[in-house]
């Protein structure tokens, strides 16, 4: 008997020891870290993300089991700890970079097309293609809040472009039907809907500035751009850019151009032009076209370094290997880099010291100094492409 | 023998059991939490800070022994887990917002007045009074890297308006001296230095813009500001705005407004005027004046809601118990708040939705909704001035 209690005494010393230091250990050097250096990339062909580190610049794990995220994008939560990953497949996943786990994850859809997060990161809105129309969850439960059907009568649209804007306010367009969409969703989850009929033919994608304030559709039907002010919504929808789209290019398109990778550099919007080597140079005052810059290849993404200075552009197939870097006080490109096939996505970091490139068939992610133009790291990823820093948590219409 | 293995067993399935509890609850309900949500509140009275989280709008706790916080500021860590406070007194504080504790502190010099983190996080830069110059820490382990003496000759000058730019630069005036600095610190720690002469007399603060690009000192002894574009130092230094400071003021200047409060606002600036009960528009393309608002008293911070579309307004004494909100487009005013006396401060979150004010003599910070101008919250504080969110981490020039 003495020595089994003496066991046991034993036992329970080592277990307040082992229990104090697990404490410790979470609290000290285990579990705690920041998560303003965090980010995902998407493994697009296995359903995962790879979770990175942009400090120590390389991958803390993975986060599988999230179904078809081909033309997956991303939002965050407003402490950063949580990525909401849109899949194709309707999916809707919440994911705990810190726990590295799928904290919930539903299936909302048949067929969707990315979403957006509301400015006080309450609601997350998802547009989706198949049945047309948002749908509005809570962001903490993924319980549903509201469900905007899309269409003119019976006839249901594609909902595209969807953003989201200052105070609770998500704004989109609706493919078939031709209309922008403002619903403004209240406290109880009650929609006020604004709709604005007769845009364009085929708006296929859409933008917003990062103050939130303007907000332009693409068409695929017809030449030009749709622009709606969201401090004026009363003087509707105006037409820009006329030349804009497929009717001036002198190729076969590829790969229409992402609108969302319109890079704002001071007073000067650079853009990708559809289906010719260039980038457009527009004035953001007027959105009056300002100048082209050639290029190697027809663009896809055309985004800014954050203090916009340079801007970084990737191409269509055959020239998607490339990577072109513009001064956009000249005008001029300054360096010509070639990472590998398949670059597929870039995203700065929120300073813009470095850049994070996919080379999806190199299955790599490549890290640039972006003021040596001089690569820094690679991170291995299985086929990666969009790449999603947590920083954006804090920004207006990503 | 048999029993002795049974509790053996029974021990060792209670230990990875308990363990697996511990891991557990560590990992999923304990200490984890993201940190693009909180932030600190100085109290400068007491040399402590709160440790606040905009997401439930409440204090997380204190961190005390931080000495002399007149005058504090603070950047963040790239990680947003680690606050660097930059008290009167020389101290230099790394408090660890997760684990609510000083990491590390030093005391670098008697008399100090802010100071920075540079673009990649590693370099922390502090501006020094007594003795006038810039010293810099490595971010992790506070370690000394670099001492900058700032002055002519053998006449030491006051370092004001530091700031980072782009590239592990940090740029900074002198004030007897008359001069700006631009340090570039390459990774070895050494310091190349780009010195501006003759800028005008007694530069006693500076701002750069949001892009990093243009650096501008206020002048206490002169009118006018001083204009340094980074794009284009071989410019050197101009003078815009002739008719501003102290010579125009039709009223003594209680206190010289902050410039770092300039608001940008699309393509105009709005800044405090000095001794007059105005607040200044400039075209940030030309710098020249386009308008002034009539204000109820002289201007201290003038802070963009993150939107552009108002900005926000607080007053030097006897007006200090005001905010005025000024829609950026029509110039008016659209709403008078009382929050109490001494509002020393205000932060907007990152995204706009949310503004903390500090109410110094109410001991309180408030939190308002900006779009309905309403009082969401109150966040008790004993004597508040600064507020710092770490969504600054991801800013340049912050």
């Known amino acids: 008997m003495i020595r089994r209690t003496a066991h046991r005494i034993r036992t329970a010393g080592f277990l307040v020891l082992l ?20 980010g995902i990339v998407i493994e697009r062909a296995s359903g ?17 089991g999230l179904g078809d995220l081909s033309h997956a994008s991303a939002v965050y939560s407003r402490d950063g700890r949580y990525a909401y990953v849109f899949g194709r497949d309707g999916g809707l996943s919440k994911l705990d970079l810190l726990a590295l786990r799928i904290e919930r994850r539903i299936v909302q859809a048949g067929n969707s097309i990315g979403g957006a997060i509301s400015q006080d990161g309450s609601l ?70 604004e709709k604005f009929p007769r845009v364009g033919d085929q708006p296929y994608d859409a933008l917003i500035t990062p103050d939130g304030r303007h907000y332009i559709a693409g068409l695929f039907g017809e030449d030009g751009l749709a622009l709606l002010d969201l401090w004026h919504p009363d003087e509707g929808v105006r037409r820009i850019l006329p030349g804009y789209g497929r009717g001036e290019a002198p190729l076969p398109v590829y790969k229409m151009p992402h609108l969302e990778g319109w890079a704002v550099a001071g007073e000067r919007l650079f853009v990708p032009a559809v289906g010719r080597h260039e980038v457009l140079v527009l004035d953001r005052r007027t959105w009056a076209e300002r100048g082209r810059v050639p290029m190697p290849g027809q663009p896809i993404f055309v985004v800014a370094r954050p203090d916009g200075r340079e801007v970084w552009v990737n191409f269509a197939l055959p020239n998607n290997d490339r990577v072109e870097v513009v001064d956009t006080e000249t005008g001029a490109v300054t360096r010509s880099l070639r990472p590998g096939r398949g670059v597929l996505h870039m995203e700065f970091t929120p300073r813009g010291e470095q850049v994070w490139i996919s080379v999806r068939d190199e299955n790599r992610v490549d890290v640039y100094d972006t003021r040596s133009h001089e690569k820094l790291a690679e991170v291995p990823a299985e086929q990666p492409s969009g790449i999603f820093f947590s920083a954006r948590a804090h920004r207006i219409g990503l």
């Open 19 to 38: 229990c104090g230091c697990v404490a410790a250990a979470a609290h000290q050097v285990g579990d705690l870290r920041g998560t303003g250096d965090l």
């Open 124 to 193: 997350v809105a998802v547009s989706n293609y198949e049945p047309g129309g948002v749908r509005i969850f809570d962001a903490a439960t993924l319980d549903p809040v509201a469900d905007i059907p899309a269409g003119i009568d019976d006839r249901r649209s594609k909902v595209v472009g969807l953003v989201d804007a200052p105070g609770r306010r998500f704004v989109f367009t609706l493919y078939e039907a031709g209309e922008i969409w403002v619903a403004d969703v209240d406290g109880s989850g009650r929609v006020q809907l």
């Open 48 to 64: 995962r993300v790879v979770v990175v580190d942009t400090t120590a610049r390389s991958a803390l794990g993975r986060i599988g």
